[in-house]
């Protein structure tokens, strides 16, 4: 094998491995949490000036 080949090898190995270590992530989480719409509402109640004025 030719120094190229191994180089090669190496980058295909290093791609592989972070593909399974990214993809085997995918679904464990939800991309949003149940309760949303309640962060979505609390900042919209939330007045950016009274908090800084405090």
């Keep these: 094998m030719t120094n190229i080949f191994r180089h090669e090898r ?3 190995v290093l791609f592989v491995v972070a593909a399974i ?3 085997s992530g995918l679904g464990v989480l939800d ?3 149940p309760d949303e719409p ?3 509402l609390v ?4 007045d950016p000036l009274k908090l800084l004025l405090r």
């Design 21 to 23: 270590i990214i993809f």
């Design 38 to 40: 309640r962060f979505t």
């Design 31 to 33: 991309a949003w949490p």
């Design 43 to 46: 900042t919209k109640k939330s």
């Design 10 to 12: 190496k980058i295909f």
